[in-house]
């Protein structure tokens, strides 16, 4: 990047988000720091993350719908088989892990997978070609996975939790959701240590779903960014830099795989516990 002159510059340039808030004088307008970025306090907004993600998650509602569409019982499209077989996957998954009925459950799952498989997907893009592309229009900072942002994969995980605080109050009813969490694994007479407990528990849930997206995505990332310093290191270090490049690519669509499958599962795992009776 042309700002970026040095190692740490270079790297800290990548790990910078497109920032929108309030300054400290009262004027609103983008961060061209990360100092910035941090004076504008909780309300600021990650514009690149929060565009990618809304983008990512259009393309995959219009790849689905144009699917289904032009679906047909003959022979089908490449796009027909990928869906067919992603929606196949998703409904064995579900089946495998939810034991009761809820019909909001599979298409959660399948959006779950989808959305943070393509978020996760744009890790395998060469790391400058768009942030030196917004660079040249006037665009001082571009993260383009939006899944090594914390507050994307938070958004995520809460909003998985509170679909597991609904149906845990619409199954049990509020008597028996705070009895689960107050009266077990321990005797009645240690609701007050129960409730600890199950209470930390049940808050880690969403702590660990969020932080474990984000770590494997963000340490991705950064691996793609050392890699990357490689190639100003001359001839040997660039040749060995373009190895590393494509074999931890290829590594790599393993793990964003992985994690999207991984978030997916936990969704219909927590989901199946909010409508489990515990005796």
């Not at 660039?238 to 393993?254: D, E, K, R, Y």
Request: proline fraction near 5%.
């Amino acid at each position: 990047m042309a700002e970026a002159h040095t190692s740490g510059e270079y790297i800290k340039h990548h790990l910078q988000n497109l920032t929108f808030g309030q300054h400290p004088d009262g004027t609103w307008g983008v961060a061209h720091s990360a100092a910035e970025a941090k004076e504008m306090g909780f309300w600021a907004i990650n514009l690149d993350s929060m565009g990618f993600a809304i983008v990512l998650g259009l393309a995959f509602l219009l790849m689905f719908r144009a699917a289904a569409k032009k679906a047909t019982i003959g022979v089908p499209s490449g796009l027909q088989n990928f869906v067919e077989w992603v929606v196949e996957f998703i409904d064995g998954s579900v089946r495998g892990s939810f034991s009761h009925k809820n019909p909001l459950v599979a298409p959660l799952a399948l959006t779950v997978f989808m959305w943070v498989f393509l978020m996760n997907f744009m890790d395998l893009l060469p790391i400058d070609w768009l942030p030196w592309i917004a660079t040249l229009l006037g665009v001082p900072y571009l993260k383009v996975v939006p899944s090594t942002d914390p507050n994307v994969t938070f958004a995520l995980a809460l909003s998985v939790f509170f679909l597991m605080l609904y149906y845990s109050v619409k199954m049990k009813g509020p008597g028996g959701f705070f009895a689960e969490l107050a009266f077990q694994p321990f005797p009645k007479f240690l609701f007050p240590v129960n409730l600890l407990l199950e209470g930390v528990g049940l808050i880690a849930k969403p702590v660990s779903l969020a932080l474990r997206l984000f770590g494997n995505m963000y340490a991705g990332e950064m691996i793609f960014i050392l890699i990357a310093l490689m190639f100003s290191g001359g001839i040997v270090l660039g040749v060995f830099g373009g190895v590393l490049q494509w074999a931890w690519a290829v590594f790599h669509i393993l793990i964003i795989t992985l994690q999207a499958f991984i978030f997916m599962t936990l969704t219909i795992v927590y989901l199946d516990m909010a409508h489990a009776e515990h005796h």
